[in-house]
């Protein structure tokens, strides 16, 4: 359009005082002028290297972060394969558009029990003063001046604020988020489940590979041995069990080159969401936990908004040509449907919360702790014995993340 143009004017600060936020606020919908008066933080326009004394994340919060993510990994994978092999309802684009979309329901959630809390505040007041924390927040994101005045779209003469940029760097992030889920489903058709099983776990790597040159993190010895022997563990304990044979008129596994390069692309993508939600949605100043879960929940939920806003057109198409025909499920389905749901939406968002309180290496090992506890939930609930690939695998995996453990929290401090 001929109004829009992208900030290319160098003699212009991205956030010059003189000029107006277009961020619009929840409160000021009611038909008063958005812009009519300045609801910048104060110390919006401060420079990032202000010193701020806030106390780091604390070992035992990470630790219950990571036991519930890794806990919500393991019942939605047994829920979901109790869906489709038990109940027969394959369905697995919707699944994932539906869990997807469940991201923004921990942040409702949160936001419902703030509200609460300030029920005596004006609605008005209190949206004012929640929406200017959350400016406060983002604006505290080295990216946010590195990378918001190219990133956002504006009209002539406005400039973009926190709250634009958190909404286009998220729209980023949910395309990159989808091309992960759109590359499990395609791999699904043509390789095997051992061969996406691993490959999308060694997003590890990835995670690993994209945090030096896009976040400047430097990988001691032990992350890096970590990374590799978490890689190992995995591909012993997905293959360790299957053999991988088909019979002739089954298309899953006959393709599995093809099928293991889309997996590996997935497993990138997924790896690049989590160093980009670190980069783009985690403050660079020291913040407790605490105060970094309002920027981080809100992040998280605007990628579920955007998901259930647009990835419901792929579903017609995959109707009309009857690769997912949408049946609408039962009863019992929607039960499990919803464990699925919930279980995948707390975990996904849990990660984040690891991703921001740690580094995107860390969180990322909670998916690689979730293979090996499957295999144990398997034995425990279905009687599936472990052989003994799940439990050579498994001991990589946790010799990995104690490795990763001693180096984040000690080794860190060497470096």
């Not at 958005?34 to 420079?47: C, E, G, L, M, V």
């Not at 202000?50 to 990571?66: D, E, F, G, V, W």
């Not at 430097?218 to 890096?224: E, F, T, V």
């Not at 609930?381 to 050579?392: D, E, H, M, Q």
Request: proline share 5%; net charge neutral; charged share 15%.
């Amino acid at each position: 359009m001929a109004g829009l143009s992208r900030s290319n004017e160098q003699n212009q600060p991205f956030l010059a005082s003189s000029r107006e936020s277009l961020d619009i606020e929840l409160s000021n919908l009611s038909g008063t002028d958005p812009r009519s008066n300045d609801q910048t933080p104060d110390n919006h326009y401060a420079h990032p290297s202000t010193p701020a004394l806030q106390p780091k994340s604390h070992p035992r919060l990470i630790a219950l972060a990571l036991t519930i993510t890794v806990l919500g990994f393991v019942i939605n994978t047994e829920s979901v394969e109790y869906v489709e092999t038990e109940l027969n309802y394959n369905k697995p684009f919707a699944s994932m558009y539906v869990t997807h979309s469940s991201l923004a329901l921990p942040w409702i959630c949160y936001i419902s029990f703030q509200r609460f809390r300030a029920r005596h505040t004006p609605y008005r007041v209190w949206v004012k003063e929640h929406n200017n924390r959350l400016r406060e927040a983002v604006s505290t994101i080295d990216a946010y001046t590195t990378d918001g005045p190219w990133m956002v779209v504006k009209l002539c003469g406005r400039v973009g604020g926190p709250l634009d940029f958190l909404l286009t760097s998220m729209a980023v992030l949910t395309v990159v988020l989808m091309l992960s889920g759109i590359s499990w489903f395609v791999a699904l058709a043509w390789t095997t489940p051992a061969d996406l099983t691993a490959i999308y776990n060694s997003s590890t790597f990835f995670a690993a590979a994209f945090s030096v040159p896009l976040l400047g993190e430097r990988l001691g010895w032990y992350s890096i041995v970590a990374v590799g022997l978490s890689v190992v563990g995995t591909f012993v304990i997905a293959y360790g069990d299957t053999t991988a044979k088909h019979d002739a008129e089954d298309k899953v596994g006959t393709s599995r080159l093809f099928g293991n390069i889309v997996a590996c692309l997935g497993a990138l993508a997924f790896g690049l969401y989590e160093v980009l939600f670190k980069k783009w949605a985690c403050s660079s100043r020291p913040t407790s936990p605490q105060q970094s879960l309002p920027l981080t929940l809100t992040a998280s939920a605007l990628t579920g908004f955007y998901t259930f806003a647009t990835a419901w057109i792929i579903l017609i198409p995959l109707h009309i040509t009857a690769v997912e025909t949408f049946v609408w499920p039962s009863a019992n389905v929607w039960l499990w449907l919803m464990v699925a749901i919930l279980s995948g939406s707390i975990s996904i968002t849990m990660l984040a919360v690891l991703v921001v309180w740690t580094d995107p290496v860390f969180g990322s090992f909670a998916n690689v702790l979730s293979v090996f506890f499957v295999a144990l939930s398997d034995w425990l609930l279905f009687g599936l014995t472990p052989s003994l690939a799940t439990y050579v695998g498994g001991g990589l995996v946790i010799v990995a993340f104690s490795l990763l453990t001693w180096d984040t929290f000690v080794g860190k401090k060497a470096r």
